[in-house]
C-alpha cells in the first residue's frame, strides 16, 4: 500500500513537471510573439536568408497549420512553420524559425546525435506501443513479468528523450548564431530570443524528468503487486 502511495504522488508530480513546461512555453512565446523586431523580418524571411546562407538553397519553408507546430522533416528536406511564425515579424518568429534552421544545418552537416535519433525513430514506436500493451495486460490479468517487460521496452522512450537534448539544446545554439552573423536580430533582440529558446528547451527536460518518473511509478506498481502475491 505505500508504494501504491508513492506511486500516485509521483504521478502527480510528474503531471505538474509536464504543466509547468507547457504553461513557461507559452507564456515565454506570448510574450515574445507581441514584440515586433526591428527589421520587420517574418520566420519565413529568417528561415530563407539563414538556409540560403549556408547553401540551402534546396530546403522548402512550408507553412503549416497549428501553434507552435514548427519542425523540420530531415526526409522531405522541408521546414514547416506554424502561421503566425511564418507570417509574424515578432522575436519570436525570427527566434523558432531560426531554431529550424538550426536543425536543418545538424542535416547537412549530419551531426550524430541528429543521425541517431532519426535512425531509432521507428524501433522506438514500436517498443512504446508494445511496452504500453504489455503494462495493460500484465496489469488486467495480474502477469508480473509481463507488466516488467513492459517497463524495459518504454526505456526505448526514455533514450529517445535524452537523444533529443543535446540535439535541442543545439539547433538553438546554431539558431542564435545564425541571429547574430546574419544581423536579423540586435543584441537585445538576441536575448529575447535565447530566453525564449531556453523556455522551449525546458519542455523537452520536463518530458526525460516526467517520462523518468513515470518509469519509476511503474516499477513501484510492480513491486507492490510483488508483495501482494
Do not use: W
Not at 538556409?51 to 519542425?71: A, F, P, S
Not at 552537416?109 to 514500436?126: C, E, G, L, T, W
Not at 529575447?192 to 520536463?206: D, E, I, P
Amino acid at each position: 500500500m505505500e508504494n501504491l502511495y508513492y506511486s500516485d504522488i509521483i504521478y502527480l508530480v510528474s503531471f505538474l513537471i509536464t504543466l509547468l513546461a507547457q504553461i513557461f512555453v507559452s507564456a515565454s512565446y506570448s510574450r515574445y510573439k507581441k514584440v515586433l523586431n526591428n527589421k520587420d523580418n517574418t520566420g519565413y524571411d529568417t528561415a530563407r536568408k539563414i538556409l540560403d546562407k549556408n547553401n540551402l538553397e534546396d530546403v522548402m519553408i512550408l507553412e503549416t497549420k497549428g501553434n507552435l507546430t514548427d519542425h523540420y522533416d530531415p526526409k522531405r528536406k522541408v521546414i514547416k512553420l506554424s502561421t503566425d511564425i511564418y507570417h509574424g515579424s515578432s522575436i519570436a518568429s525570427a527566434a523558432v524559425a531560426a531554431h529550424e534552421c538550426g536543425h536543418a544545418i545538424q542535416d547537412k552537416d549530419k551531426y550524430i546525435p541528429m543521425r541517431i535519433r532519426s535512425a531509432i525513430v521507428p524501433f522506438v514506436n514500436i517498443c512504446t506501443r508494445l511496452g504500453y500493451l504489455a503494462i495493460i495486460i500484465g496489469l488486467i490479468f495480474n502477469r508480473t513479468p509481463l507488466f516488467e517487460a513492459g517497463i524495459i521496452l518504454l526505456l526505448a522512450m526514455l533514450v529517445f528523450q535524452l537523444i533529443t537534448l543535446p540535439v535541442e539544446f543545439n539547433a538553438s545554439k546554431r539558431a542564435l548564431k545564425e541571429l547574430e552573423k546574419e544581423k536579423i536580430l540586435d543584441k537585445e533582440e538576441k536575448s529575447s530570443a535565447r530566453n525564449m529558446l531556453v523556455a522551449a528547451a525546458f519542455t523537452y527536460v520536463a518530458s526525460v524528468l516526467s517520462t523518468l518518473l513515470q518509469i519509476f511509478r511503474l516499477v513501484l506498481i510492480s513491486s507492490s503487486n510483488d508483495r501482494r502475491r
